[in-house]
């Protein structure tokens, strides 16, 4: 069933009602157009997506409940799905806030760029551009990330590495260039 897309209140309210509902402690990180309506480079999203890590208890019925509440749609989806995990992605990770025992943060930015790079999508290239001016990746830094996953790629069939380190170049090729 599709539902409303969802701005800076409906998000904030989803971690609210997650926070206060689950039984006990985790960790929520919100991926892509959370992120981005959160920080406010977008106005809103189709997709809550969300990697629970680890899952508080009683998560997933406060997810049932609210999406239904506030209608909204909510995804289990994370970088590390699409690509291999980078080293300390939970390390880079931002601290959002904090609702009963639950801490909520955005995924790591190193890694969310990353992943969009490899998928290419317009609205990709806009977030990444996005990331970049609010100053949470540096081009240097993406590169060197790339090359440390490069070896799992392996693990990952249908990623063509030469082909994702092509679209990594011209990334941030791109990036530095719009500094000029």
Do not use: C
Not at 30 to 45: D, F, P, Y
Not at 61 to 79: F, G, H, M, S, T
Not at 158 to 170: G, H, S
């Amino acid at each position: 069933m599709h539902r409303g897309s969802s701005d800076d209140t409906k998000v904030r309210e989803l971690m609210r009602r997650l926070g206060e509902e689950a039984r006990g402690p985790g960790r929520v990180y919100l991926v892509g157009g959370a992120s981005a309506v959160i920080i406010g480079w977008r106005e809103t999203t189709v997709d809550v997506d969300l990697k629970l890590d680890p899952e508080p208890p009683g998560v997933f019925e406060a997810i049932a409940r609210a999406k239904d509440v506030l209608d909204i749609n909510v995804e289990l989806a994370a970088p590390d799905e699409f690509i291999p995990p980078l080293p300390d992605w939970q390390a880079r990770s931002p601290f959002i806030t904090r609702h009963g025992s639950v801490d909520f943060l955005h995924y790591d930015f190193y890694a969310q760029a990353l992943a969009k790079i490899e998928r290419g999508h317009d609205l990709d290239r806009h977030d990444i551009r996005a990331m970049y001016d609010h100053r949470l990746i540096d081009p240097d830094r993406l590169s060197a990330f790339w090359e440390s996953i490069e070896p799992g790629l392996v693990r990952y069939p249908a990623i063509e590495p030469e082909v994702f380190r092509a679209k990594l170049d011209a990334a941030v090729r791109a990036l530095r260039e719009s500094v000029r």
